[in-house]
């Protein structure tokens, strides 16, 4: 009776490896360590370094371990570098998730539970977004998202297997103990790039963008943090293993914060100036993106702890702090 976590040593798969062996539950973690990190996987997994275009190394996990469900966080998910490079995306996305697929139908492993994004949702036509919204990604990382739910969804017809997209909004913070975090190469989201200039790694922050319709000028997130994202997974995990039907979810905290206004957040966090300066649009943002979560509220029962903004920074500066490069000091 084991749960399967692929990407278990990346930011989000980390914290849930973590809390799922905090439950009590026997974790195996599969990564091929592209961009998770060998310090970020728990002690008490089974650990199993394969790449999920592997079928063959796949077909040796499920024959090996009594697999029940799969949670599967191994994806490329950078949005630039889809633009530049769609086929390493549509390669490891979507071919991977392929190979996934007809490894565990070969292996009668017919639960799984995945990360998808708001970024299926493109420019929304108003906020907040709800699941049954039109998905018209405006960038190719949210196309290979969006094209892994609708191959679930055609193989959960075909064989019965049930499935959970989670579509998170964005992640962010760290688990409260400061041991494990957010940790990207190149970084690229927010938060941790505004938590650089504290740290001493750059002299500013740019805001991308001062001209958008929003109440500053800047866009609007929706900032959920990554241990409440965890608690989805187990909760949508739980969900299927009980019966559930395959569905879609948003995560996020249905509150808004603008580029400016979390910076300010993190002035006061930190107690440091944090300058910033303005620059141009970044290709390919919406000016707003802002969850409904009430159907994994009410569906799943999950029910967000971080609804501060403040409180989720301190988490994220305590492992920045204690971590100022990542894994590499650990
Ligand atoms: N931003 C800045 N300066 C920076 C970095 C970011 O102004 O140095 C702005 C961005 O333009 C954006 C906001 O801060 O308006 C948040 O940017 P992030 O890069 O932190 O996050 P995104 O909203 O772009 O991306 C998140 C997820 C993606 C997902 C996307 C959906 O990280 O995986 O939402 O659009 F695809």
Not at 233 to 262: C, K, M, P, Q
Request: with cysteine; hydrophobic share 40%.
């Amino acid at each position: 009776m084991s749960i399967l976590v692929l990407g278990g040593a990346g930011y989000i798969g980390s914290h849930t490896v973590r809390q799922l062996i905090d439950a009590g539950r026997d974790v195996v973690v599969a990564d091929n360590l592209a961009t998770g990190f060998t310090a970020a996987v728990h002690p008490q997994a089974r650990f199993y370094q394969l790449d999920i275009r592997d079928r063959q190394a796949l077909d040796a996990l499920f024959e090996s371990e009594h697999i029940d469900g799969v949670i599967h966080f191994a994806a490329y998910s950078q949005v630039g570098e889809s633009m530049s490079r769609p086929l390493k995306y549509y390669n490891n996305n979507l071919y991977g998730t392929m190979q996934l697929l007809e490894s565990m139908v070969a292996h009668d492993v017919g639960r799984i539970v995945f990360s998808s994004t708001a970024a299926v949702y493109g420019e929304p036509r108003s906020v907040p977004i709800l699941e049954s919204d039109p998905t018209v990604p405006t960038n190719c990382y949210g196309q290979t998202k969006l094209a892994m739910e609708q191959m679930m969804s055609w193989v959960s017809r075909a064989h019965g297997l049930r499935y959970t997209a989670l579509r998170y909004f964005n992640a962010c913070g760290a688990h409260p103990d400061a041991s494990i975090g957010e940790a990207h190469d190149p970084e690229t989201h927010l938060i941790p790039i505004v938590l650089q200039v504290p740290l001493g790694r750059r002299e500013s922050v740019s805001i991308f963008g001062g001209d958008y319709p929003t109440r500053d000028g800047t866009c609007v997130r929706d900032y959920i943090h990554v241990t409440d994202l965890a608690d989805a997974h187990i909760l949508a995990l739980d969900y299927l293993l009980s019966g559930g039907e395959s569905d879609v979810f948003n995560l996020g905290n249905g509150v808004g914060f603008t580029v400016r206004e979390i910076i300010d957040v993190a002035r006061e966090v930190t107690g440091h100036p944090i300058p910033a300066v303005l620059s141009d649009r970044r290709a390919g943002d919406p000016a707003q993106l802002v969850a409904s979560s009430e159907k994994a509220r009410s569906v799943l029962g999950w029910e967000p702890r971080y609804g501060d903004i403040g409180t989720i920074v301190e988490t994220a500066w305590a492992w920045h702090r204690s971590h100022p490069h990542g894994y590499a000091e650990v």
